[in-house]
């Protein structure tokens, strides 16, 4: 069996401003089971990348262990990959950042590879604001070692094998907000409406974005009694606003006459546009979204959206004041200034 793609398009196929297809950001064909809520992802990100005329080799894609880490081979098939271990791609994500800022850089993982595993990577890299998007594809269980329970796992939460899961889960988007992190969204695979737009603001986003996406895992953890079910997520979701995501250079505007509108200006001209559901909802106030999700969790009630974004953020080059050329680019004067430079930071630790 191929996993390639076929080469073939057809000429009519829309093109974005760079004249590419969707083809373009695409990869290789998934060997995830179907239905799987990951490639849905892939197909937003998918989505979301052409849609902002993004050139495919200025993305850096990294990835963990795990069916999630898996699927940066299916989409971006032109643009850097690293698939590090198992809930350590913070770290390779920070090195790659800090050698050149000038790339993209995407991060995908999952409640394994994030909340168990790697929760120590997944913690620093919020409190030093490293400038990427991470987006964690959450299904409650441990999909490639036959669906145990996971670390986000609910209390109450019944697996495949009819257990009932007698730990709470972590909360993600809660942990991050509580560490300071800039930007945090929650969605679900199955609405791609909703997907798209936090994808591309939390791309333009100057710091750490983090999108915890439900993707139920149609073999292990899509059963009756589940809260990570396509079915339970379906009943139980419930949204902050509408949004819509306006990319620089295009007018601002709006199509509702009442309740309440915000724009939200990302540090490249671009805008969230929200049309906000939750009146007692403030995506500009920590407290306000740490109740939300706290009255959220007491209903039983998924949130999803945008739940944060600080639009003052500095990322982890602004706070370390590094230099504004990429280490790649530097020359060798600059990266190795010479004995007498050395002698002097040395002299510091005396």
Not at 10 to 32: D, F, I, M, Q, V
Not at 294 to 314: F, P, R, W
Not at 321 to 333: A, G, K, R, V
């Amino acid at each position: 069996m191929s996993y390639t793609r076929p080469k073939f398009a057809h000429p009519a196929l829309p093109k974005n401003k760079l004249g590419y297809t969707r083809k373009e950001y695409e990869g290789s064909l998934t060997t995830l089971c179907a239905g799987c809520g990951h490639d849905s992802i892939g197909a937003a990100i998918v989505e979301a990348c052409w849609e902002m005329n993004i050139e495919p080799h200025k993305v850096a894609k990294l990835s963990g262990i795990g069916c999630s880490s898996k699927t940066p081979a299916y989409f971006l098939s032109n643009s850097h990959g690293f698939n590090s271990v198992h809930g350590r791609m913070p770290s390779v994500a920070t090195g790659a950042n800090l050698a050149n800022k000038e790339l993209i850089y995407l991060g995908v993982s999952g409640d394994g590879d994030t909340a168990s595993i790697g929760m120590g990577q997944f913690v620093h890299v919020i409190r030093r604001n490293l400038n990427m998007t991470y987006i964690v594809m959450n299904n409650g269980c441990y999909g490639l070692t036959k669906g145990q329970d996971s670390a986000t796992a609910d209390v109450g939460s019944k697996n495949k094998q009819g257990n009932i899961n007698m730990f709470e889960g972590i909360d993600l988007c809660a942990l991050a907000l509580e560490l300071g992190a800039t930007f945090v969204a929650q969605s679900f695979s199955g609405d791609k409406a909703q997907l798209v737009p936090l994808i591309q603001a939390a791309m333009s986003h100057p710091g750490f974005a983090l999108i915890n996406v439900l993707s139920p895992c149609v073999t292990f953890n899509n059963n009756v009694g589940s809260t990570k079910s396509y079915d339970y997520v379906r009943e139980h979701v419930h949204a902050t606003a509408t949004l819509d995501y306006v990319p620089p250079m295009e007018e601002i505007t709006t199509a509702y006459d009442q309740d309440e509108t915000k724009l939200v200006k990302m540090h490249d001209g671009s805008w969230l546009q929200l049309h906000k559901l939750s009146q007692a909802w403030n995506p500009e106030d920590k407290v306000s979204t740490m109740n939300a999700l706290q009255e959220a969790h007491k209903k039983n009630k998924i949130l999803t959206g945008l739940l944060y974004v600080d639009e003052s953020s500095k990322d982890l080059h602004e706070l370390l004041e590094t230099s504004d050329t990429p280490l790649n680019l530097l020359p060798q004067s600059a990266l190795c200034p010479g004995q007498e430079k050395l002698d002097a930071i040395n002299a510091k630790f005396r």
